[in-house]
């Protein structure tokens, strides 16, 4: 494995992240400075866009599906309901687009639609059985008085606020040209109020300024409803995203038993098999040799018998790599002892396991500790370590921790990341916690699963 301990010491943290960090730092905290951040003003823009095309979207949606469903009694209404997803979708596209440039917020397409075979009735049975096609339609439904309400509190917010805030600049507006003493505040056939004099203005001010601070946060609460509302209905759905992932593990499963298959095949020709080949030559120089020199004869045999020897070391090693005999025989517990064994500092191994996962987990399981070790054996630097395997619910859990000096990640093209590219390909997670110094924890979990009873 090619992952490096000690590595990249410096990237996550230090003096010069450090310096970075801090002449990045605002001066101001973010409460203050939140209704001048582009951020609060990009997400006041999307409420304000949200009404015209929550209208648009709304009247196009109830418009276009009243249309289709009164014609259904013919077969026109079976185009027009599907002119009138497919619009919805094409929208669902913009939506995205929009909140993509003004929220921050990169929503997948969904799904493409999976059409039979060619032809305007393929089209419109996929766009009408597509479950994207009426969320987009939901969507366009939910929207609109969504986007109503959330128009009216941001408009009102926020120019209520500045309004208060800047009071103290255009009061005299209301005696020079309205024939008042300032902005009425309450006012009947008796008895009215005026903010007129300067304890007033200065109250309003600051009113106006807490209300101007907190309008951000407001707008950042209700477009965080639009986030849930996009991510929810125009994204692809649970399903869908769990097919493209299998997908992918699938793919990383195949590359990794590709890999595999190439290692042993090297192992096989570079090793074991270089070796029986010259031993076949040495054999057969021994017979030759057999009866002009019985001595040197003796002597060649017995240095193709030590051949021999390595010859089955290095096929029982690279059995003991495909899949030892004694995971098969006795379990975890045996086989993760073995491996410790070979390691070269001191491990404790303590395995707490009431019964054994199916062979494929905990044949992972084994070659994830190993491979740990090592990489603890070659880079680590440590002079203990151990490993720990039990079960939490449906869940097999391991952790191998050393006290070398740590500054393990898992990066693109490491050992480390392989391995974490493996566990994902059976729903597992790998965390590596290894700050520069030490110590180094990696924890991997994996899914419990266990053989079927047969009966």
Not at 163 to 171: D, E, G, I, K, V
Not at 316 to 324: E, F, N, T, V
Not at 383 to 405: H, I, K, S, Y
Request: with cysteine; charged share 20%.
């Amino acid at each position: 494995m090619a992952t490096e301990y000690g590595q990249g010491y410096g990237l996550g943290s230090g003096p010069g992240l450090s310096a970075d960090a801090g002449s990045r730092r605002h001066r101001l905290p973010a409460g203050l400075r939140a209704p001048f951040e582009g951020r609060s003003l990009r997400e006041f823009g999307f409420v304000l866009l949200s009404l015209p095309i929550g209208i648009m979207l709304f009247v196009y949606a109830v418009t276009m599906m009243s249309l289709g469903a009164g014609l259904l009694v013919t077969f026109l209404g079976v185009p027009v309901l599907a002119a009138a997803l497919a619009g919805c979708r094409g929208m669902g596209a913009l939506e995205r687009a929009r909140a993509r440039g003004l929220l921050g917020l990169d929503v997948a397409a969904p799904e493409p639609l999976r059409m039979s075979k060619p032809g305007a009735m393929a089209w419109m049975g996929a766009v009408l059985k597509s479950g994207s096609s009426w969320r987009s339609l939901l969507y366009a439904l939910v929207q609109f008085p969504w986007s109503v309400f959330s128009f009216v509190v941001a408009v009102s917010f926020w120019s209520t606020g500045w309004a208060m805030l800047t009071y103290p600049l255009w009061f005299w507006v209301f005696p020079a040209h309205a024939g008042q003493d300032g902005l009425q505040l309450y006012g009947d056939e008796t008895h009215r109020i005026y903010l007129d004099n300067p304890f007033e203005i200065t109250v309003t001010a600051l009113i106006g300024l807490l209300v101007t601070l907190a309008t951000p946060w407001i707008v950042r609460a209700l477009t965080t409803v639009d986030r849930l509302l996009v991510h929810g209905l125009l994204g692809p759905s649970r399903l869908a995203t769990r097919v493209v992932e299998l997908e992918s593990d699938r793919g990383v499963v195949v590359d990794t038993a590709a890999a595999d298959l190439r290692r042993i095949e090297r192992d096989l020709h570079d090793g074991a098999q270089a070796r029986l080949v010259n031993l076949a030559m040495d054999l057969g120089l021994a017979k030759e040799k057999l009866r002009e020199d019985p001595q040197e004869a003796a002597r060649m045999v017995g240095e193709a018998h030590g051949e021999v020897k390595t010859a089955l070391q290095e096929l029982r090693d690279l059995a003991r790599g495909i899949h030892p005999a004694v995971l098969t025989d006795r379990g975890l517990d045996a086989a993760l002892s073995s491996v410790a064994s070979r390691c070269t500092v001191p491990v404790r191994v303590e395995v707490d396991l009431t019964e054994r996962p199916v062979a494929a987990i905990e044949g992972i399981a084994y070659f994830t500790v190993s491979e740990l070790l090592q990489n603890i054996s070659k880079h680590a630097r440590a002079t203990a370590a151990a490993v720990d395997v039990w079960r939490v619910e449906n869940r097999l859990m391991l952790q191998v921790v050393d006290n070398g000096v740590g500054g393990a990640e898992v990066s693109a093209g490491s050992g480390l990341a392989g391995l974490a590219e493996r566990l994902d390909a059976v729903d597992g997670i790998l965390v590596v916690d290894s700050p520069a110094g030490g110590p180094t924890r990696v924890t991997a979990e994996l899914p419990w699963r266990t053989e079927p009873v047969r009966r």
